[in-house]
């Protein structure tokens, strides 16, 4: 397979991968309906920075400590567990409020920022992301080619992947925002945000199997 065959797979699997519903989605879908675009991109961006940073572990041979390492993987996923039921209790605590109430409710980071932060933490504090980077990418590494390079070119390309869709994501809130932004809608979309929250973080703590 050469570099360029390798790299037209990987873009329409990681593509894939990216449309999946999953937490990511959940996120940036509420926070664009509730706090706007601008944060809920800020939250994309969060989250493909996190992509990045896994696939630069993993090009740099750091990612295979987490799959081979049971105490790196346990500990990392009891504080990404953590993280996600903060955070959901957080949202539901919060349902219904407005963004400056959302803020002090949802952790000292506030406004563009704080989304940018919570989207890198989701992501990074996930070990079963960093484990499906580890089994992933190399299979899309062409023989011959620069492993750090091009792994690293790949994590990009997912993380623009990622961006465009959250994008559009973004894109197609703006047409409901007036209806979206009503109390019993927002309360209704918090709640069901911080419930997905909780339950990913229930299911880092439950789950025995890796990604």
């Not at 996923?77 to 409710?105: C, E, N």
């Not at 080619?145 to 993380?159: E, G, I, M």
């Not at 623009?160 to 559009?168: H, K, Q, S």
Request: net charge positive; hydrophobic share 55%.
């Amino acid at each position: 397979m050469t570099g360029i065959e390798a790299l037209a797979a990987f873009t329409v699997t990681a593509g894939l991968i990216t449309l999946t519903p999953g937490l990511d989605t959940a996120l940036v879908l509420r926070t664009a309906a509730v706090e706007g675009g601008r944060r809920a991109l800020c939250a994309g961006l969060g989250v493909a920075a996190g992509c990045l940073a896994w696939g630069l572990a993993v090009a740099l041979g750091l990612g295979a400590v987490l799959a081979a390492s049971e105490l790196a993987y346990t500990v990392l996923r009891w504080t990404g567990a953590a993280y996600l039921v903060w955070l959901g209790i957080r949202l539901i605590r919060g349902a219904g409020a407005g963004p400056d109430v959302q803020d002090a409710v949802t952790g000292p980071h506030t406004g563009a920022p704080g989304w940018f932060l919570r989207g890198l933490t989701t992501n990074l504090l996930n070990p079963k992301v960093g484990v499906f980077y580890v089994t992933f990418l190399p299979q899309f590494v062409p023989a011959g080619a620069d492993v750090v390079v091009f792994s690293a070119l790949l994590a990009t390309v997912h993380a623009v992947e990622g961006i465009a869709w959250f994008t559009l994501l973004v894109a197609a809130t703006r047409p409901l925002t007036a209806a979206l932004r009503r109390p019993r809608v927002t309360r209704v979309l918090d709640t069901v945000t911080g419930g997905v929250l909780l339950a990913f973080g229930l299911r880092l703590v439950t789950g025995s199997q890796r990604a």
